[in-house]
């Protein structure tokens, strides 16, 4: 999902640029400083849509809560004590 949404706003940003370049002569000084401060937005976006993918990569290949065992309440040492009858 953050790689689609990545690519709808470069898109954007894309046009954005491309529309400032064909049009410096004609625009407007108000304009022209209104454009590049949303392709400075967009940056900004696109940077915290980076660092987020960073951090949801780093969590699923290094879980900072992974539990290798079930820790031992009532319930489950009655389980095991129903296992240890068993055998």
Do not use: C
């Not at 002569?25 to 900004?44: P, T, V």
């Not at 660092?51 to 780093?58: D, G, Y």
């Amino acid at each position: 999902m953050i790689h689609t949404l990545s690519n709808k706003i470069k898109q954007r940003k894309n046009k954005l640029n491309t529309y400032l370049s064909n049009n410096l002569d004609s625009l407007e000084l108000e304009k022209h400083h209104q454009i590049k401060g949303a392709i400075n937005e967009i940056d900004f976006i696109l940077n915290l849509l980076e660092n987020h993918k960073k951090e949801e990569i780093k969590k699923e290949n290094k879980p900072d809560d992974v539990f290798l065992f079930k820790p031992i309440n009532k319930k489950s040492s009655n389980f095991t004590n129903f296992v240890k009858k068993l055998f």
